[in-house]
Nanobody, 126 residues
Framework: QLQLVESGGGLVQPGGSLRLSCVASGFTLDYTLDYYAIGWFRQAPGKEREGVSCISSSGGSTNYADSVKGRFTISRDNAKNTVYLQMNSLKPEDTAVYYC???????????????WGQGTQVTVSS
């Protein structure tokens, strides 16, 4: 069972940056991290969960929500079992709990991800 742990959240001023990390463990001998697509999702109070970004198992394909394009960058280091989300030019509307999630195969919508982390809080405020 894939297990994911997020870190790197915190309080930052508008225009600032944060880098979130998602460390994976619990692999089987047949399926290491490079079999998994990893997505970042977020949920703000009173709002539905939304997809932020996703990276394919090989790292060769990425996608982003329109609201974060040009500001956020997703990357992965399979040797370190870690996926990152670099967030620049942060805005108050980026405030949310950020979750990473994994699934074997390609990126997909949230309902198709079976393994989720516990989340990390990101607050953008002056």
């Amino acid at each position: 069972q894939l297990q994911l742990v997020e870190s790197g959240g915190g309080l930052v001023q508008p225009g600032g940056s944060l880098r979130l990390s998602c460390v994976a463990s619990g692999f089987t001998l047949d399926y290491t991290l490079d079999y998994y697509a990893i997505g970042w999702f977020r949920q703000a109070p009173g709002k539905e969960r939304e997809g932020v970004s996703c990276i394919s198992s090989s790292g060769g394909s990425t996608n982003y929500a329109d609201s974060v394009k040009g500001r956020f960058t997703i990357s992965r280091d399979n040797a370190k079992n870690t996926v990152y989300l670099q967030m620049n030019s942060l805005k108050p509307e980026d405030t949310a709990v950020y979750y990473c999630a994994g699934r074997r195969g390609s990126c997909s919508s949230a309902r198709d991800f079976g393994s989720w982390g516990q989340g990390t809080q990101v607050t953008v405020s002056s």
